[in-house]
């Protein structure tokens, strides 16, 4: 692909010889073929030059800039352990006369039946009836463990 910035100095280029957005169209594809711009860029650029705007850089998108490919993002998400299983959350709710609810582990044709067995889309009754069916089920899980 052509560098745009290079196809818009060329805009520019011919926009102060007097050229018409269509010839300076024409002469794009001439000149690069597949790569050219297309026809809604160079008016729009011909569109500004006429506007006075004289500089052949891109207007600042707004929006959250991107920070996902950053090398200290890269260690934060990697860094974090489990939450349940860290040591101080553990000694935290130890102290706190909690007791984390036990779950097997991961086994694939094993789900949580408050993901998977209720669907957004039921009834309020019929959510109602598998909710309680699935705590049933977690608790002779649990009456299983103990």
Same mark, same amino acid.
């Given at each position: ?44 650029? %011909? ?5 006075? !705007?004289?500089?052949?850089?891109? &207007?600042? +998108?707004?929006? @959250? ?49 408050? %993901? ?5 889309? !039921?009834?309020?009754?019929?959510? &109602?009836? +598998?909710?309680? @069916? ?13």
């Amino acid at each position: 692909m052509a560098d745009f910035r290079e196809q818009r100095a060329a805009v520019k280029f011919c926009f102060l010889l007097g050229k018409s957005g269509t010839e300076t169209l024409e002469m794009l594809k001439t000149a690069y073929k597949d790569d050219a711009m297309g026809k809604t860029q160079v008016f729009e650029w %011909f569109s500004r030059f006429k506007n006075g !705007e004289m500089s052949i850089d891109d &207007k600042p +998108r707004s929006g @959250r800039p991107s920070t996902a490919r950053t090398h200290e993002d890269w260690f934060f998400h990697h860094d974090n352990g489990p939450a349940h299983t860290a040591l101080s959350v553990r000694q935290f709710l130890t102290k706190n006369g909690m007791t984390p609810v036990p779950y097997p582990p991961y086994l694939p044709d094993l789900a949580r039946c408050d %993901f998977f067995f209720v669907s957004s889309n !039921e009834k309020r009754h019929e959510r &109602k009836k +598998r909710q309680r @069916r699935c705590q049933a089920f977690q608790k002779m899980n649990l009456d299983k463990m103990k």
